[in-house]
């Protein structure tokens, strides 16, 4: 779609979203600074996005959103167009958008959308772990592997964006499937916490994809939606991943390990439980 006639449609969806009744019962946390090169088209996709997150995931702390060409990763340069594998980045109370990186350039509108709602569960994530303890940072957070730090993440904004008609869930869920079986990538490749020392970068072997099925498996066998959010709450208390997981979710990650093993080896059918899991309704 042209972005000039998405942009008048982005308008409109963003007006109606906010003129709902319900809508003062889920306030804006976000402060927008957004740089003056930053087209409006841009920026109305950016506060859709959290505008939706807000909507449906659980509520955190004021958070701050930085987008504009001079909002970029180390080592991109100073100005213009640039190369980098990530539209966002979350953490501490922030998002950072790079809309100069051609992550964000080669995205659609609806797909940009779609990452903000996976970069606001982090926030939840974080918020969830750090109860009782707001000056923690990301440093203070206990490890947890990558496969469910992303995986409920995406897991989580392909369901929300797919009941908004930003996304479709089967062909979305397609994608991972194919991706995970030319990988020989397992979960238990995550569990150990990476080393600066050691020279590799676990997001080289796409937590996205293989942690979108796990997640699936597990919020569907063992608790849903209600599980994952407590998973986290359990992280924070436990300050243990695998003792949080155990108590969320009813079974240990070993054998959840061995569970997800079984699936994949039969080509990840839909899971027994996967139905009976309420689906998000879209916004009015």
Partial sequence: MHRRIHALIAALLL??????????????RASYRFGGDLPQA?????????????????????????AGDRVRPPDAGS????????????????????????????SSPSEVEETMVHEYYHLVQEE??????????????P???????????????????AANGLDDYEKARAVYV???????????DFDSQPSDDDGTDAYDEDPYSLGFLAVELLASQHGGQAALDDFWVQVGVER????????????????????FARWRKAGFPTPSGFAAMPTPAPLP
């Fill in 79 to 106: 100005r213009g167009p640039y190369e980098y594998d990530y539209v966002a980045d979350a953490g501490d109370h922030r998002v950072e958008v790079y809309t100069s990186g051609d992550a964000y350039r080669e």
């Fill in 240 to 259: 243990d991943w695998r003792s949080a997981f155990r108590k969320s979710f009813g079974v240990s990650s070993t054998s959840f390990v061995r569970e």
């Fill in 143 to 161: 490890f947890v592997p990558l496969w469910i730090v992303e995986g409920t993440a995406e897991w989580v904004s392909v369901r929300v964006a």
């Fill in 178 to 188: 194919g991706n995970v079986k030319e990988s020989d990538v397992s979960l238990d």
């Fill in 128 to 141: 969830m772990m750090r109860r009782g303890d707001p000056r923690a940072t990301e440093d203070d957070d």
């Fill in 42 to 66: 841009d920026r109305d996709e950016i506060r859709i996005g959290f505008t939706i997150a807000q909507r449906y995931l659980p509520d955190v702390p004021p958070f701050v959103v930085r």
């Fill in 15 to 28: 007006a109606l979203v906010i003129a709902l009744p319900a809508a003062a019962e889920h306030p804006d």
